[in-house]
């Protein structure tokens, strides 16, 4: 079995489980916004973490599908590296070469770590390319195990990684990327 056909595979079966499971949830909660204690919506400002040389990304803390912190921000030439701390998970570029629409600097040269199985295994990606990548974990995409990388003050206009996530996307998943686009957008464009 090729990699293509295994990622293919896995996405089908992940996204069957996922829709059945998310059937149930509707909705979309405001990424920016909080309750201000009268059930009013208040606007709630992000900043971006420091931009670093290198940055470190738990996959799957306490046992879960997510990516912590899901915003890393590293300069140009600055690397980042996965750790695997529960389950099967990978860090894995949106991109023609791992099977989806990009969503990363034109330029910019597409990652996949493979899924890690051991807990405490590590992989990393260097970023020589300005802008913002949107990575997700191949079995966990469906369930909104999605990340974001900025490189750089990348100016937030034409970066893929910031547009809206298209069809094909698990309702999860979208949100994730919406809630993460808005983040960094809020941030860059301040």
Known sequence: MTDSTRRQFLR?????????????LAGCAGVLSEEDGTGQQTTVDYTL???????EVEMGPDGTNLFAPEIVRV???GTVTWTNVSANHSATAYAPAT????????????WDTGVLVE????????????GVYDYYCTPHEPFGMVGTVVVGDPDPEDQPGLTPPGDGRSDKAASKIEALNAKVRSALDS
Not at 12 to 24: E, N, P, R
Not at 119 to 130: I, K, Q, V
């Open 12 to 24: 089908s079966a992940t996204t069957a489980t996922a829709t059945a499971s998310l059937a149930a």
């Open 49 to 55: 973490p420091e931009e670093t040389e290198s940055a």
């Open 75 to 77: 300069e140009a030439g």
């Open 99 to 110: 099977d989806y629409p990009q969503r990363i600097p034109d330029e910019a040269a597409p």
């Open 119 to 130: 807990n405490g295994a590590s992989a990393s990606h260097t970023f020589e390319t300005p």
